[in-house]
């Protein structure tokens, strides 16, 4: 199965080879100029913590961090919906 990384290399592989050339070469452009603009050194790393902050859920419902962390851990994955 491999590493998360692994496989994420492994899906972008494959995206590439079907996907039309021109649509690659402004995902790699776009990644190289994100990359350029030191957005890297500026993202959250393994162990920090998030500020506190109110999102909505995948169903519009307002959540606070603040309140689910009163609950226990919690674990935020972002839905990216249908692009």
Known sequence: MGTLQE???????GFEKKAPAEVVA??????A???RSGIMERVMKPGDKAP??????AMGV???AADLLRKGPVVIA???GIW
Do not use: H, Q
Request: no cysteine; glycine share 0%.
């Open 7 to 13: 496989r994420l290399n492994n899906l972008k592989e």
């Open 26 to 31: 402004v995902m790699r452009r776009v990644t």
């Open 33 to 35: 100029d994100l990359r």
């Open 52 to 57: 506190l902050f109110t999102l909505p859920n």
């Open 62 to 64: 307002m959540v606070s």
């Open 78 to 80: 972002f839905y990216r």
